[in-house]
């Protein structure tokens, strides 16, 4: 009772630092903007606090395996999803970012204005074709300004063990920005479950895979690749975390 009484109150802490620096954090995104990628450099001082809180306080930290396999040229990181951890540590694992997430994530006072100063690539999901269009419209954009592209291609965060539909938004845009994928898989949702207050300690782990060329077959080739290697490295690290889901 003692151990699971602290676990609730550094995960409360965590909560409490997240929220109180959220403005602070914005003030100083505010005064980012006359600098080049200044936005996506506070932000990423924000998220390296977070992790640090995440490790020394609640005890959850991370190992990588196949950092030799990210490209030194801007290229788009495919991952898998199933919490917020991977929203903070894919940042510090690669370089300089920008996201493809819901546009609706941009009505959050601070955390979403802060995603919008920092060029995140809203979609709208119930725009049909037209979501397609501001994709790729962004991507380009960001790809010009020199930054990675990160795309969570199950649009979506899926419990630990379960799988979701690739879509090929992250295909599209390797294709046309002439791009390669960087498939990672992890086990994040294993000890910070899908919309779960408490984060428990432990090592998550996280697997870079080698990049797939953007030339190397057409938008349903590509996907299925990144598909296959992700879901394959999803097996073999699964199982190890306290939220991880029992075999039957």
């Given at each position: 009772m003692k151990s699971?009484?602290?676990?609730?109150?550094?995960?409360?802490?965590?909560?409490?630092?997240?929220?109180?620096?959220?403005?602070?954090?914005?003030?100083?995104?505010?005064?980012?903007?006359?600098?080049?990628?200044?936005?996506?450099?506070?932000?990423?001082?924000?998220?390296?606090?977070?992790?640090?809180?995440?490790?020394?306080?609640?005890?959850?930290?991370?190992?990588?395996?196949?950092?030799?396999?990210?490209?030194?040229?801007?290229?788009?990181?495919?991952?898998?999803?199933?919490?917020?951890?991977?929203?903070?540590?894919?940042?510090?694992?690669?370089?300089?970012?920008?996201?493809?997430?819901?546009?609706?994530?941009?009505?959050?006072?601070?955390?979403?204005?802060?995603?919008?100063?920092?060029?995140?690539?809203?979609?709208?999901?119930?725009?049909?074709?037209?979501?397609?269009?501001?994709?790729?419209?962004?991507?380009m954009a960001r790809k010009n300004e020199g930054f990675w592209i990160a795309i969570f291609p199950e649009g979506t965060r899926m419990p630990a063990g379960e799988r979701g539909r690739y879509k090929l938004g992250g295909a599209r845009m390797a294709k046309l920005f002439e791009m390669d994928l960087v498939p990672v898989a992890h086990n994040s949702g294993e000890y910070w479950a899908r919309n779960a207050f408490l984060k428990y300690p432990g090592t998550i782990e996280v697997v870079i895979g080698k990049p797939i060329a953007h030339g190397s077959g057409d938008e349903a080739a590509l996907m299925a690749a990144c598909e296959d290697w992700i879901e394959t490295q999803q097996v073999e690290i699964s199982g190890k975390g306290p939220c991880a889901k029992k075999a039957a």
């Open positions: 699971i009484n602290m676990l609730y109150i550094k995960n409360l802490i965590y909560w409490i630092i997240l929220t109180l620096s959220m403005p602070i954090m914005f003030i100083c995104v505010i005064f980012a903007l006359p600098f080049d990628k200044g936005v996506n450099k506070v932000g990423l001082a924000w998220v390296k606090m977070l992790l640090w809180v995440l490790k020394n306080i609640v005890g959850l930290n991370y190992v990588v395996r196949g950092a030799e396999n990210i490209p030194s040229t801007p290229s788009i990181i495919c991952a898998k999803h199933q919490s917020g951890w991977e929203t903070l540590a894919l940042q510090e694992i690669f370089p300089l970012q920008i996201y493809v997430a819901k546009k609706e994530l941009f009505n959050i006072p601070f955390f979403g204005w802060g995603l919008k100063l920092a060029k995140t690539i809203g979609i709208d999901r119930k725009a049909g074709a037209k979501a397609t269009q501001m994709l790729l419209e962004q991507g």
